[in-house]
């Protein structure tokens, strides 16, 4: 997709507008960020900076309100041209963190997905949860085929999730990205809409 977006193109996206909220379940629900959300976002971004860091590349770069209120408003963006959607998680209402479809192929039906967590959060299956919930609900209002998970090779808990998610591994890619001026190769896994059917039979 080009950086202009073009409404006459709209029609060939296999309707290309992200679901605003999804309900994971009677605790749990993804939702997309407004600028209301700036200043609750930073505090559970800034109290978890050290821990993000380890595999995360954009914290130093998100050292504000104003930095998370411009973040916003390019995810805003994004999702209105179809190019990416961002949701907020949360918990009772509480938020405590973040998931994302990173980039879309919508010519092959395919994205990528990512997330992140507060630490106090971590090991308790939200993520998961809410990647399935997510899959889903692509799968149903967008027709996306299929589900790339890229992490860290030595990132065992992102590793781990995609796996609970019944991805297959299909590689490792050397150097994929430089994490704080350093490379780091990373795991490929991926699932298509037809194996996903399968799994949650």
Request: net charge negative.
């Amino acid at each position: 997709m080009g950086d202009s977006f073009d409404p006459s193109n709209t029609s060939k996206k296999l309707g290309f507008i992200f679901s605003p909220e999804i309900i994971v379940d009677d605790n749990l629900s993804i939702v997309a960020p407004t600028f209301e959300d700036a200043s609750e976002l930073f505090q559970l971004v800034d109290g978890n900076r050290e821990y993000l860091r380890e595999w995360l590349p954009w914290l130093d770069s998100n050292l504000s309100i104003v930095d998370e209120i411009n973040f916003i408003e390019i995810s805003i963006k994004d999702r209105l041209q179809g190019s990416s959607g961002v949701w907020l998680i949360r918990e009772n209402g509480n938020l405590v963190g973040n998931i994302s479809i990173n980039w879309v192929d919508w010519d092959n039906r395919s994205c990528g997905l990512g997330y992140w967590i507060s630490r106090d959060k971590s090991g308790n299956g939200i993520v998961t949860r809410c990647c399935e919930s997510l899959i889903n609900n692509l799968i149903f209002n967008n027709k996306i085929h299929r589900f790339v998970i890229e992490a860290g090779i030595n990132n065992i808990a992102s590793r781990k999730i995609a796996e609970k998610l019944g991805m297959r591994l299909e590689g490792v890619i050397k150097d994929r990205e430089l994490l704080y001026d350093v490379f780091t190769d990373g795991a490929l896994y991926a699932i298509t809409a037809p194996e996903w059917a399968l799994r949650v039979q």
